[in-house]
């Protein structure tokens, strides 16, 4: 499918390019030999204009097909997306996440010191955008990192949901508890 819209896209691109030299042809021909220098630079503004709305339609067309793409990849109707996000995260230094959906491992990420710093000032990672039937799943989730006195930590979070007709959003939250000095893991539904 992808493989389509990319020669969708290069045909596009192609046809654009192709109709340009005659465009160059009509715009440096000259009318008259007796052609003022203001008048010599008119044709080539013209065309530097023409160049840059060609290049503008082959953007609009390649965001058009890349989300006519995502449409008919992931139909709302199947279409599950998995998040991953950090409450302070003091007490925890996000190394990895792997999550398995069904027992099958869907994403595996390691992060780096810049994304976790993303993550810390609220930032939101999609770790996974995949299809799944109607029904119900399990969703199982491995974080790994450093815990509480620089101790190597690995945790784990669960969740069973039923999956109906409209799209899932599932949110894999890191927070900090004072009250136990330990992060705790949870994965909350978005409806």
Known sequence: MFKRFSRVLALGFVIAVA?????WAADAAPASAAASAPAARAPSASLDGRIQDAKLDVIKLNRDLLVLEEELLFPANTQVALFVSMDVGKLFELDSVRVLLDDKV????LYTPLEVQALHRGGVQRVYLGNLRAGEHQLVAFFTG???HDRDYKRGATLKFEKGTDPKYIELRIKDSTGKLQPEFDVKVWQ
């Open 106 to 109: 869907v994403a595996s990420y």
């Open 146 to 148: 450093k815990g509480p």
């Open 19 to 23: 109709a340009m030299p005659a465009a």
